[in-house]
């Protein structure tokens, strides 16, 4: 207001406002309101009992809506303050500017808790000023003239009449109520409109029907003979467009699934994820009964999500299966370490190599799709060198071994040679019994006694090299005795052993020597001294004794060697 407002017409307000509490709002006899002028401001107080739960954005409409009635407002500045008994400052205040209704602008503050942490600024102690020293309405006792009074009166009718036509103004209270109508058809025909739907395009349409319908029948007040009717159509409304969310949420859900499954799956949390998909689709649609309008709807595409979840389970069940078998592997390659540490002998090196084996080959099979197959080939690199490292021990064990056993059969052969005077073949297996013997290697359990063996060996061997020596050099010297004791005829015949050469003339050599008396003695004595020559020769070559005997046995002819 431009001017100043007298005191009773602020306190006739304030009656006014106090009835359009007590009207619009449940238990509105707890509150108390003063109005004031502060600077062309009009402030209007509402005080309440401490323990009270206050709807503040409520009671800010309702007041603002009752100055609407009164022309006298209209374009006025209004602070309104709400506080509770006893506390010196508001918790709660809204501001706006008094305008025609339908275009009215301010600026409520929408709070409805009655916590509050005063403010201590002076500004509003000095807005308060005008409101504190305001004498409470109920309290006063009216001294007002009866001018004044008949003023007061008139305006209390007009107020209350104002108040009654506002009441009897609002949706379905007086005049027809086109919301529960909209509402009723709407409530008939949704069951037909959601059985025929067939996407979920269609529900969301109808959804947004229901949603616009319930909406409508908030407007009816409480005081409405309607009001009951409007709240179970609205109860009815909201369970239809709750059931039709409900299959939303899933077919929403089956989405998210459908586009995971799109792409493949690298490890066993993204399937995890796409079951858990499925199965947020599946559940609200298991809870649709066959009498359900969205029966029809849901359960072809509850068969598909399904199949779906079916598959998924599967394929977790087949990758648990290759996880199973890579773990199982990482426990049986600790055993073959384990085997590897404590071999010795052939048996433990081929026990290490062969478990190994079982864990490499465990690996290879793992599918390039499995999301075990990152970690299996990663454990290839590892295990594949202690693999081929314990082949090569196993290997060199067994080479060891073989060569420790061939040594020894080939020695016995050798043995068996020399009793068989086959002493070539003696020495060649006691060589080879040698050179088996070299190929065992130190870190063998065969080493030591291998070695043992190598100072029989070699001087079995040394024998029969000896021996065979001797055999080709009587050999030789047999060859030697051969061609000198033929000629054009039997000169001699011949033995031979350890302890020499034993020379027989013939009977047709000496037969020659005693019958030639002739020219020919001379040369035929010659060619005996050449004879004892040559056997001089081969008995020095051989270094044996040679002995010559007529044909009578009489020794006629010794040489020793002097050599």
């Not at 308060?128 to 009216?142: A, G, I, K, R, Y």
């Not at 709807?297 to 509850?302: E, F, S, T």
Request: proline share 4%; glycine share 2%; with cysteine.
């Amino acid at each position: 207001m431009k001017v100043a407002v007298q005191q009773e017409d602020l306190q006739l307000l304030a009656r006014i406002l106090q009835e359009q509490v007590l009207a619009e709002i449940p238990s509105g006899e707890v509150f108390q309101i003063k109005c004031a002028v502060n600077k062309d401001e009009l402030m209007i107080l509402t005080q309440h009992p401490n323990g009270v739960t206050v709807d503040t954005q409520h009671i800010f409409v309702v007041l603002s809506e009752a100055l609407q009635l009164s022309p006298n407002y209209k374009k006025q500045q209004v602070q309104c303050f709400i506080r509770i008994f006893g506390e010196k400052l508001p918790y709660a205040k809204c501001s706006f500017i008094m305008k025609q209704k339908e275009d009215m602008k301010g600026s409520i503050s929408p709070s409805s808790s009655i916590t509050y942490t005063p403010s201590t600024t002076s500004y509003q102690e000095e807005l308060f000023d005008s409101l504190v020293s305001t004498p409470d309405l109920w309290n006063t006792q009216s001294q007002r003239p009866v001018k004044s009074l008949l003023l007061g009166i008139t305006l209390v009718g007009i107020s209350v009449f104002s108040s009654s036509f506002y009441l009897l103004s609002r949706p379905c209270v007086m005049s027809e109520c086109q919301e529960i109508q909209t509402a009723q058809q709407l409530n008939l025909k949704s069951r037909q409109l959601i059985r025929r739907a067939n996407s979920a395009n269609q529900l969301v349409a109808i959804d947004q029907q229901l949603i616009t319908a319930s909406n409508g029948l908030s407007v009816i007040p409480r005081w409405s003979s309607r009001y009951q009717q409007a709240q179970e159509l609205k109860a009815s409304l909201s369970m239809q467009s709750e059931k039709i969310n409900q299959v939303l949420t899933a077919l929403q859900a089956a989405d998210v699934a459908e586009k995971k499954s799109q792409t493949t799956a690298n490890n066993l949390e993204e399937l995890q994820d796409i079951q858990y998909s499925w199965r947020q689709a599946i559940a609200p649609l298991e809870a649709i009964s066959p009498n359900s309008e969205l029966y029809g709807l849901v359960q072809p595409k509850l068969s598909k999500f399904r199949v779906n979840l079916q598959a998924i389970n599967q394929q977790l069940l087949t990758q648990n299966q290759w996880l199973k078998k890579l773990n199982d592997a990482k426990a049986v390659a600790n055993v073959a370490a384990k085997r590897e540490a404590s071999a010795k002998t052939l048996n433990d090196w081929q026990q290490a190599q062969s478990t190994w084996q079982i864990v490499i080959n465990a690996l290879n099979i793992i599918p390039s799709t499995s999301p075990a197959y990152p970690e299996a080939q990663e454990l290839l690199l590892e295990y594949k060198p202690q693999l081929a490292r314990t082949r090569d021990r196993a290997t060199i064990k067994q080479i060891a071994a073989r060569s420790y056993q061939q040594a020894i059969s080939t020695a016995n052969q050798a043995k068996t040679y020399e009793q068989n005077n086959q002493w070539q073949l003696a020495v060649t297996y006691w060589e080879q019994a040698l050179r088996n013997i070299q190929q065992i290697s130190q870190d063998s359990l065969d080493y030591n006694q291998a070695q043992s063996l190598i100072p029989a060996y070699s001087a079995s061997l040394q024998a029969a090299q000896a021996k065979v020596q001797t055999l080709n050099n009587l050999q030789k010297i047999r060859n030697d005795l051969e061609k000198t004791c033929s000629r054009e005829i039997r000169i001699c015949t011949f033995t031979i052993n350890n302890t020499g050469i034993a020379v027989s003339l013939t009977p047709q050599y000496e037969k020659l020597l005693q019958t030639t008396l002739s020219e020919a003695d001379l040369k035929t004595t010659n060619h005996w001294y050449i004879l004892q020559e040559a056997l001089e020769v081969i008995g020095d070559n051989g270094n044996l004794p040679v002995f010559i005997y007529d044909t009578q046995g009489q020794g006629i002819y010794t040489h020793i060697p002097q050599g």
